[in-house]
């Protein structure tokens, strides 16, 4: 069984390779995301270290050695307040500083411009693929792909023609919800030209894993070529 899934992943890796998690962002809105990710992860590692190092240290200081012949009882003695108080409250004050500093974030990563500039396209999403529409009333050329400039504020509406959806392209943007009857919003800021894949981040359906998105970010001569060519 072992064999075999480790079969499966080597072949299944280069096919899903373009969804795997950006090695770096390619948004203001992403970079934020990933500011949040990299302060949960190093006190998650901070607190390994110093747990698990505390730990081993322990296990080999104290360890029973040959030769040493009996073990007397250690002695029994009451738990210490202050270290009862210290590793209640410094828990606390890590998930709140977590938790502050992830709230100073989400305004970046989920912000929707109101500048003038802002290209403003809306998504619709339907079992099983998302069309677009630019403020000009066309759809993009390739229906599937969308493209976008770069360095210009996205303003994102989206909504479903039939069952909840999500549409979510890591590097760019934060996820957001597609629901029948309801127009949700979001945004996000390019800052490399390049092609960026996603998915639909909900289960839709027996066509679900197909409901893949990609976005081309190019310059601004090149979208103003674009833009003019379509019909």
């Known amino acids: 069984m072992l064999t075999a899934l480790i079969v499966f992943a080597l072949f299944a890796a280069p096919a899903y390779a373009n969804l795997a998690t950006p090695e770096m962002p390619d948004s203001t809105n992403a970079d934020a995301m990933g500011n949040i990710y990299r302060a949960a ?3 998650c590692i901070a607190i390994f270290v110093l747990v698990g ?3 081993l240290y322990t296990a080999v200081r104290f360890r029973t050695r040959s030769g040493a012949g009996p073990i007397d009882p250690p002695p029994q003695t009451h738990g210490s307040t202050r270290l009862e108080i210290g590793w209640t409250v410094v828990p606390i004050l890590i998930l709140a500083g977590l938790a502050g500093y992830t709230f100073d974030q989400l305004g970046a990563a989920e912000n929707i411009s ?7 396209i809306a998504v619709t999403a339907q079992q099983f693929t998302f069309s677009y529409t ?3 009333g066309k759809p993009p050329s390739n229906p599937s792909i969308l493209v976008v400039p770069v360095n210009t504020p996205i303003d994102i509406s989206i909504v479903s023609k039939d069952v909840n959806h999500d549409w979510w392209v890591p590097s760019l943007a934060p996820k957001i919800d597609a629901i029948p009857g309801q127009v949700n919003q979001t945004g996000f800021t390019a800052t490399h030209a390049g092609t960026f894949h996603g998915q639909c981040a909900e289960f839709c359906g027996a066509g679900h894993a197909t409901m893949t998105i990609t976005v081309h970010v190019v310059n601004r001569p090149a979208f103003q070529s674009y833009m003019a060519s379509l019909k």
């Open 41 to 43: 992860l190093g006190a």
């Open 53 to 55: 190092g505390w730990l």
């Open 114 to 120: 109101t500048s003038r500039n802002a290209l403003h």
């Open 134 to 136: 630019y403020p000009n």
